[in-house]
């Protein structure tokens, strides 16, 4: 009760601080757009939200800068680097793991490329990727900027292969694009989903049109020119003949950690060099606050001009919604324009927010959270702070509901387009990527499944916004104005209308269904057959072939509930032991159920043909096999009658 107290004393102390700051510098002027901030009141502000979320959401240490007006306002260190040592966070002394905001770096390095003439944003990637063989969908070939636009085409191949603890095996990025390049499934340019493999085609492309290793020319035309001396794409204890951190700065890159029962359990380093340019990089707080002031006011980096060509989306057929600019995520706050890019690297979870109409620009970073997207939620928190008044958003307009007849068109089941088509990880898309639209009566939509459970309401012609969540969707419509597509998660991905077979519900029907008759001939027609003389006529090679067939059919059943409770229960461990002990198993069940339903159909058209069934047992059989039909299609459509992982 005390604590609460004291925490609702800081909130008021530093809204009535802010409040009297703002007050006291209302004019412009020509290099600030707004008022003077007082630090003190915004470090009270900063100090009680982070708190907040600490407890709500499992934080253990977390780093913190805030830029203003071409000026550090801020920077804070939260908690501990390393809870077992005792050593706490320094914002300009501990690194942090920032996962995917190393991809900003990536394309700030390409596009100094593409302002110095060496790269065509227009020309296909492939120009630039000599030894490396790029598909085209259709005659249409991957561009340069469909890599910037996270629009490649490319599916997702990120399971078991991103993320290593551990470099055993570890290869080059180069090797490493060659062997693990997913199918292109979509035309490039046509939709936006997030490709962590595009950006690491962008980092070999700096590589190869420079003439030097990435992480190098990283580290001579972006960090060393802006001081940035404790942030680096390489990392500790790599083999030998790969680029290592030094033990200087290794030390200080902050342990990660899970929260489980009741206590932070520290977790093992996480590798991702052989795709460094997507997601490599550790960084102090101070560092990239050299790195958003550079962004926001500077031309250190790039040309002016060339910084407000990148906040530009090049495709921009949803302006209403937040999607990619030129390697920048875009959206708003308070109706700014937001210039951004978040980040997970396992156990760390990063964003680096900017408005540059307000030349505001807040980077957090965390080593561990229940909440992944916390670190952007106190960013956003932090940035409403500093914005005195807000603006409408372009295009939006007052909340909306709709008829009843305009809701059926967009309920229904939704498949996220973010995932595996060509591999057994194609399975994981219905457990992990389902989402549901339902119509209320009061004329809103209600997402249910993932982070987009909320209630939506129209603010512009195909765009829906739930301001509770802060969220935002947009629809895609077919022939008669049906939504054929929902596009979510900042643009990072969609979700593709399908029909009620394409559902995990179908899929578990099916299975109920295998798994029942094999239960009933089990429990009851076996038992009779032995018992009854009547029951004689089948034919003792079917009798023993439907038995074996309906016990391992259960063995398969059981064996792919395990499955799905253990990929629940791994969670992102699954980014490191994907396809999983439990897959393994009912791989192995499903190929000895499968041979036996092809024995079971083979000897039971013999017998039919010879007429040596029953009436009854012919109509059994059939309806067993039918059933049995169903499982196997499915099967099919997800990918698990497959070898390739």
Known sequence: ????????????????????????NPAQTQTCPGPTIDAAALQIEADARFETFRQAAHIPGATLSVVYCGKVVLQRGYGFENIERGVRVDPEQTLFRIGSVSKTLTFVALMQLVEQGLVDPGAPAQTYL???????????????????????????RSAGILFKHGTSGMVGMRQWLGQSMPELVREPGTKTVYSNYGAALAGLIVENVSGEPFHTYIEKHILSPLGMRATSFREPDMPSGFPTLGPQ??????????????????????HIWHAAPAGSASATASDMARFMLALLGGE???????????????????????DYAWGFRTGWIKGFPTFEHGGSAYTHFSAMVMVPDRQIGVFVSVNGSDDHDAPRKLATRLIEGM?????????????KSLTPAQLRKHEGDYLIDRTSYSRLAKFLGPLMGARKVVGFPDGSLNIQGGMESGVYRQVAPGTFYDPEIDSTVLFTYGSGGRATRMTAGYGHYGFDRIGWWQTLGAFGTVLAAVAMLALWHLVWVRPRRLADKAAQGIPAAIARITTAK????????????????????????LAFSWPGSGLWVALVVQYIWLALVLATGIIGVRAAIARSLTKGTMIWLIAVLLVDSLLIAQLWQWNLITLSI
């Open 1 to 24: 009760m005390i604590r609460r107290v004291l925490l609702s004393l800081l909130w008021l102390l530093a809204a009535t601080q802010a409040s009297a700051v703002l007050a006291q």
């Open 249 to 270: 700065l290794a030390g200080r890159i902050s342990t990660g950690y899970f929260y489980r029962n009741g206590a932070f359990a520290p977790q093992p380093f996480t």
């Open 300 to 322: 250190s980096l790039l040309q002016r001009a060339t910084i407000e060509r990148m906040q530009q989306r090049p495709y921009p057929d949803n302006p209403t919604v937040p």
């Open 550 to 573: 309906a016990a391992i059919g259960l063995a398969f059943a059981a064996a792919l509930v395990a499955m799905v409770v253990q990929i629940g229960v791994l969670g992102q461990y």
């Open 130 to 156: 000599k030894g490396l063989d790029l598909p085209a969908y259709r005659g249409r070939e991957i561009l340069v900027r469909d890599l910037f636009t996270h629009r490649p085409g490319f599916e997702d």
């Open 387 to 399: 914005i005195p008044q807000a603006q409408p958003i372009a295009g939006w307009s007052e909340a």
